[in-house]
C-alpha cells in the first residue's frame, strides 16, 4: 500500500530525490481524493482549510498533489469546492496555501511546476478548455492551444521551459504535443 490506512492511491510525480505526490483514496474514489506526499521521513497530507502539510485525517477533500520544486518547498496541484462543483489549482509555499485560478475560468487544474517556479496546467473557459503557463515572475499566465485543437492540456515542465502535454483534434483524436520555447535546441 503506497499510502497506509488507503486502499487506493494515485502517484502523479516523483522527484530526483525520491518524493512522490499525488492523492489517496479510501473505497469510494472520488469522495475521499486527498493530495500526499511521501518522503523518506513519512507521509503528509494538505492540511484543511490549506496551510500546512498535516496529518492526513485533516485534509482538504478533492485534492491532488501533482508537482514540487526540489525540497519540496513549494507543491503544485488541484483541489474540487464540493459545494460549487469548482475546480481550483492551488500552491503551497513554505506551508502557505493559497488557491489559484486563471482569470475568467470555470475550471483550473495546474499539473507541474519547475524549479524556477513556473506552473502549467489546464483550464476551461466558455471556448473550451486550453493548456496555461503562469511564469514565475508573476506576469497574465499565458495560453497554450495547440494549432486547430478543440482541446489543449499542460502536464509536464522542465528546467529549461519545456513543455510537454495533450490536444484532441476535430476528429477527437488525442496526439501529445512537446512545445520548445525560443532559442532551445
Same mark, same amino acid.
Request: with cysteine; hydrophobic share 35%; glycine share 16%.
Given at each position: 500500500?503506497?499510502?497506509?490506512?488507503?486502499?487506493?492511491?494515485?502517484?502523479?510525480?516523483?522527484?530526483?530525490? &525520491?518524493? @512522490?505526490?499525488?492523492? *489517496? =483514496?479510501?473505497?469510494?474514489?472520488?469522495?475521499?481524493?486527498?493530495?500526499?506526499?511521501?518522503?523518506? $521521513?513519512? *507521509?503528509?497530507?494538505?492540511?484543511?482549510?490549506?496551510?500546512?502539510?498535516?496529518?492526513?485525517?485533516?485534509?482538504?477533500?478533492?485534492?491532488?498533489?501533482? &508537482?514540487?520544486?526540489?525540497?519540496?518547498?513549494?507543491?503544485?496541484?488541484?483541489?474540487?469546492?464540493?459545494?460549487?462543483? =469548482?475546480?481550483?489549482?492551488?500552491?503551497?509555499?513554505?506551508?502557505?496555501?493559497?488557491?489559484?485560478?486563471?482569470?475568467?475560468?470555470?475550471?483550473?487544474?495546474?499539473?507541474?511546476?519547475?524549479?524556477?517556479?513556473?506552473?502549467?496546467?489546464? *483550464?476551461?473557459?466558455?471556448?473550451?478548455? =486550453?493548456? $496555461?503557463?503562469? #511564469?514565475?515572475?508573476? #506576469?497574465?499566465?499565458?495560453?497554450?492551444?495547440?494549432?486547430?485543437?478543440?482541446?489543449?492540456?499542460?502536464?509536464?515542465?522542465?528546467?529549461?521551459?519545456? @513543455?510537454?502535454?495533450? *490536444?484532441?483534434?476535430?476528429?477527437?483524436?488525442?496526439?501529445?504535443? @512537446?512545445?520548445?520555447?525560443?532559442?532551445?535546441?
Amino acid at each position: 500500500m503506497l499510502v497506509p490506512g488507503h486502499p487506493g492511491a494515485i502517484p502523479q510525480r516523483i522527484t530526483p530525490d &525520491g518524493d @512522490i505526490y499525488g492523492c *489517496y =483514496h479510501d473505497f469510494d474514489l472520488m469522495g475521499s481524493m486527498f493530495g500526499f506526499v511521501r518522503t523518506r $521521513f513519512g *507521509y503528509d497530507s494538505l492540511a484543511a482549510g490549506g496551510g500546512e502539510l498535516a496529518d492526513p485525517m485533516q485534509s482538504v477533500p478533492m485534492s491532488m498533489n501533482n &508537482g514540487a520544486t526540489p525540497g519540496g518547498r513549494t507543491i503544485v496541484g488541484l483541489w474540487t469546492d464540493m459545494m460549487a462543483g =469548482h475546480t481550483h489549482g492551488y500552491v503551497v509555499q513554505d506551508g502557505t496555501f493559497q488557491s489559484y485560478d486563471v482569470p475568467g475560468s470555470k475550471s483550473t487544474s495546474i499539473w507541474d511546476i519547475n524549479p524556477a517556479g513556473d506552473l502549467v496546467g489546464t *483550464y476551461v473557459d466558455s471556448l473550451g478548455q =486550453h493548456g $496555461f503557463l503562469q #511564469s514565475a515572475n508573476g #506576469s497574465a499566465p499565458s495560453s497554450i492551444d495547440y494549432p486547430d485543437a478543440i482541446a489543449t492540456a499542460a502536464f509536464g515542465i522542465n528546467p529549461e521551459g519545456v @513543455i510537454v502535454g495533450q *490536444y484532441t483534434d476535430t476528429a477527437r483524436r488525442v496526439h501529445g504535443f @512537446i512545445a520548445v520555447p525560443a532559442g532551445i535546441d
